[in-house]
């Protein structure tokens, strides 16, 4: 039987008071790696997280190369 591998979200902590989502201005709940972020957009945020590290290393020609 094959196992089934789960693919882990990232971890998310609580959100100081005053903070807002960066996807929508409502009150943040949580924080993921900086960016606050209310319940119903968390994994939009690490998703833009991952764009911007893209582009980033786009722009930058920095990819890794297949040995």
Do not use: F
């Not at 100081?16 to 972020?37: E, F, N, Q, W, Y």
């Amino acid at each position: 039987m094959a196992s089934k591998n789960k693919v882990k979200k990232p971890e998310a902590k609580t959100a100081a008071a005053g903070l807002v989502c960066i996807i929508c201005g409502k009150p943040a709940t949580r924080v993921l790696d900086g960016d606050p972020s209310c319940d119903e957009h968390l994994e939009l945020v690490y998703e833009d997280q991952v764009e911007k590290y893209t582009a980033s290393h786009l722009k930058e020609d920095d990819w890794w190369e297949k040995a």
